[in-house]
């Protein structure tokens, strides 16, 4: 059974850190492409950042390149997201993502609030 299960959410003030983690089972966790997204109230999810199967060679979008780090531990079948200097607008639930080739699974999420 395929399971994605994030943690690490919470409230924190602006200009705080956290740290998500994505803990996977049921499948080949080192084969597959990890991805957090988030979504926001009221718009859509969008991707966050990216880290490879292969070589762990990482990708962000723009509004978190410099604040956010995605890492992976294939030994624990765990992604992580630490996110420093965070921002009202970072608040949103924010999921986590396993690709390979066309087989996609997704986590349940979890919330982050950036507020003072």
């Known amino acids: 059974q395929v399971q994605l299960v994030e943690s690490g959410g919470g409230l924190v003030q602006p200009g705080g850190s956290l740290r998500l983690s994505c803990a996977a089972s049921?499948?080949?966790?080192?084969?597959?492409?990890m991805s957090w997204y988030r979504q926001a109230p009221g718009k859509e999810r969008e991707l966050v950042a990216s880290?490879?199967?292969?070589?762990?060679?990482?990708s962000y979008s723009d509004s978190v390149k410099g604040r956010f780090t995605i890492s992976r531990d294939n030994a624990k079948n765990t992604m992580y997201l630490q996110m420093n200097s965070l921002k009202p607008e970072d608040t949103a639930v924010y999921y986590c993502?396993?690709?390979?080739?066309?087989?996609?699974?997704w986590g349940q999420g979890t919330r982050v609030t950036v507020s003072s």
């Open positions: 880290i490879s199967s292969a070589d762990s060679s990482t």
């Open positions: 993502k396993a690709t390979w080739i066309v087989r996609n699974y």
């Open positions: 049921g499948f080949t966790f080192s084969n597959y492409r």
